[in-house]
DNA sequence: GCAATAGTGTCTATTAGACAATATGGG
DNA sequence: CCCATATTGTCTAATAGACACTATTGC
């Protein structure tokens, strides 16, 4: 059966780059495969699509993090699907990539049972020799997701439920990888609607203390 | 073996929405399915991934518009991927869509022996009752499409290989769907370094003749 | 000359970038 | 008061939209 499989039909799986803030860095997790191919490489969790328990693509890497980083996923967007014989050793494969954001404190350090470990790297440089073609993937994911984020979408879903203006800016400074200015940056604020005061309430320092906003309801990760 | 592969493995396919310029109208390629399931129902072209022929999910996208309506893909973007247990009446499938972009001349009128017929629909109004979930296709790489040309890139790909300013932006108009002012258009053309006039070549008509232009040599429809 | 469309110019409203000024709590 | 950062304001340059004007050919 293996044999004919390889010849007739792909092997389908989804890859999630799971995207995060470490000391206002855009970080994305790696884990080291447990089992061959590949076996102790680095790479994005990732697995098989399973017809008889997931309901779509997204479900399926829904699935994927929660087996591999027992976390449940809050936000998913599709980037792009890679097709071809040499992907994978296994034969010819098909691999559908998504992203995720998470802020880190929602991540538990431990890995799921199917991984050996699990770590989070620069997400503009992951890093030399990853598994398969997941530098590329990682190198898409961050592209669509600094293309969104210059088109003004906010996002929201890298950061606590409350957050100051100033971390929002650190935050969307990470991912593109360069400085905004301040002061644009918060006029284009003003008229935004996916943001909200949280009345009476401010993050205290040895400084000015700063309004606590939240996303609105309904809000979308959207441009 | 079929039953089985109905429980273990997705069916993986390529979709693509051709479109083409029909009297200063965006419109988009549908055929009418020659076999079941949906048989005798419009749909975009489609078909089955071949691990043993295609080298990459752009390969089968190719193959399909050759073997369906015998043409060779210039230009292929992928869109997006679909998946789900419900899709197709064969069980759990896999659809990676893809556009392409042809001057109307160069597509045959005729089908490929694979199909009953061909027709070409308005882009924004494709028709009620597709097969499968093509209605949905058919506006995901319209939006897909549209953003690309909002964000500033020519779609020189839907226009002859000499063409002047105003077909230029007739054609950027019916992507749109909205007009477009003139002298801002023209005014963002003059610093595109993907276009060149062709020295002394005009359009004539009833009126002022008008420079024919090109695209540059290495052009790529990005924005 | 006239019709018809090509091609250019001008004015204004809006927006983004740079930078400065003010505000406020902790110590 | 002083430090550090929050928050707001101002000036300017660049850009987009609206609209008008000029150019050139066929008839």
Known sequence: MSSSRKKLFPLVS???ALFSIERERLRVLLVQRANVPEQGRWALPGGVLKPDVDASLEDTA???LREKIRVEAP????VATYGGPDRDPRGWSVSVLFYALLPLDQVPA???SKTEAVDWRDAARPGPALAFDHAQHVAAALA???DKVERHALPLHLL?????????????EAILGR???KSAFRRRLKGDATLEEVPGEFERGVQRPAQLYRASEGFVFEA
């Open 75 to 78: 936000y998913l967007a599709q």
């Open 160 to 172: 606590p439920p409350k957050f100051t203006l100033t971390q929002l800016q650190r935050t969307v």
């Open 110 to 112: 431990i890995a799921g």
């Open 62 to 64: 829904r699935r994927i």
């Open 144 to 146: 669509k997701l600094r």
């Open 14 to 16: 989804a890859d999630v």
């Open 179 to 181: 400085e905004v200015e």
